[in-house]
């Protein structure tokens, strides 16, 4: 990880992967071209809409691999017996993956109308019991 000067990283001790992947995310350009949005509804409620005109439900697969949600859209058959003019229209196979905090798990997914919509539930965390450390003389 490079070092970051900010007066408030310093107090973050074992996020050293939390902090080396935004740096990673943040120099990545995104080879998908899938169009998408990210709502949150509450606390607790998020969804993500994924816009797949045309592609059929048994045409994706989701998947949750630790902390990323991964979706993934099998490219459809062509049909060859017409004779195309103009091809504008992707048939390729795309991948989109999203990284999820650690409480965040996916409740259900639905294709309505051209729209993929996964519902997100993040839940509570639990607090850690308060634990005096007792200090060791040699």
Known sequence: MTLLQNKFLKYYIGYND?????????SIQNKSNLAFDIIKYN????????????????????????????????????????????????NNSTKQVFRLEQNILVDEAELTN?????????????????????IIEE
């Open 43 to 90: 606390y607790h409620n998020y969804e993500i809409h994924v816009a797949l005109a045309g592609i059929e439900p048994n045409q994706i697969n989701i998947n949750t691999v630790n902390d990323y949600l991964v979706l993934d859209v099998k490219n459809k058959a062509l049909s060859i017996d017409k004779d195309i003019i103009h091809k504008g229209i992707q």
């Open 114 to 134: 051209g729209i993929l919509k996964i519902k997100l539930y993040k839940k509570d965390m639990q607090a850690s019991p308060r634990r005096i450390i007792e």
């Open 18 to 26: 939390f902090f080396d992947e935004i740096d990673k995310v943040s």
